[in-house]
């Protein structure tokens, strides 16, 4: 098995590039739950070959702990043996001892060494080299993992890209990150995260990949079966793809990079449905089948806008949106707001938990759509409409979520309309391509 890894190793290595006595340098950029978890991933597997592979993470430096985060850290620790006595072993125990009594303050990249991330306290991780400094970071990075928001991906990587401007080769990136932006001039159009890299960088768009699949982080760590997609250029998603595949997590590789990302926003705004009605209705499966059926419309109806031929909700991509509907901290957001745990005035960073992505998305989505230079003939009425007003819930998850006109119970109203047509009709109209708009993602048409 060790061979076969270290196979795999020497092959990307040859694709990139490395000198003999140069190492693979991959550099992880953010450090929220799915970003920790994937450089981990590839630091338990490639890290024992240290002559040929270096493996580091970047995250914000001065990020202080509370009292109560550190008293259940020593709790997490104390309940495991292993974890226990490899902090002993590394010196490392008496600081979690110390701030569980209130005598020291520890920092997110201080335990993010000892493998916590603030966001995903109960899943411990290997140790990890965590950088605080960004210039020394990604400098001389080959493979760079954007674990970033969406929100955050634009400045930082502008950033990185005073570092770059020596370099003679590009390097790779690989962005995790699932959220858009949307732009209103010169024209209304969708940013995704690869295009802001792209903007931020010049780094050529062929070497900008996006990997999503059906994954909660702390499960893909504890080796549960997992399988995601490398989407991009052939140059690039082929070797990365069996570069990045282990035993239990499994990569393939698909050309489609903008459905992929796109679905990979759209389906956080609607997790956030998905939890507010499972809260509202007492976790009823009746009623969070009929909110799949008419959510997952409204994303083949919006792909439809972006792209003439998407790839279809089906396979990997149905299954990371079912995941994230059923699972993820954007329907968990949803759950605590209908719950009342939460409220919209504390944000959408939220503690123990990270960047809820789906806020900025319902934004992002919604307006650009409802923008009347978008305006078509409706097939059926023969009226002007936005694109907008022909999704509902999305819609009304603006109007919750934006305005705050309305209050979560307001989602399921929108489910129990009596005029809200069959879910087929709207998956009809995108088949037609008579909404098609290759202005929204920048393009001719």
Known sequence: MEQLVEARLDEIRRVIGKADDDPLKIVGVGAGAWGSVFIAMLQENYGTFRDKVSVRIWRRGGRAIDKATAQHLFEVINSREELLRRLIRRCAYLKYVEARLGDRVLYADEILKDGFCLNMIETPLCPLKVVTNLQEAV????????????????????????????????????????????????????????????????????????????????????????????????????????????SHFIVWDNSDLVTHEVMGGLKNVYAIGAGMVDTLTKESATSKSVYFAHCTSEMIFITHLLAKEPEKLAGPLLADTYVTLLKGRNAWYGQKLAKGELNLEMGDSIKGKGMIQGVSAVKAFFELLNQSSLSLQHPEEGKPVTPAELCPILKMLYRILITREVSCEAVLEALRDETMNDPRELIEIAHSHLFFQPSLLGQTP
Do not use: H
């Open 139 to 246: 400098w001389d990075a080959d493979v760079v993992v954007n674990g970033l928001p969406s929100t955050e991906t634009f400045q930082v990587f502008s950033e990185i890209s005073k570092y770059w401007k020596e370099r003679v080769t590009a390097p790779v990136i690989i962005s995790l990150a699932k959220g858009v932006e949307a732009e209103f001039e010169p024209r209304p159009r969708i940013v995704t995260p690869t295009q802001m890299i792209y903007r931020a960088t010049g780094i050529p768009l062929e070497n900008i990949l996006y990997l999503g699949g059906p994954n909660i982080a702390s499960e893909v760590y504890n080796k549960e079966y997992a399988n995601a997609r490398i989407c991009g250029s052939e140059k690039w998603r082929k070797p990365l793809g069996k570069f990045l595949r282990q």
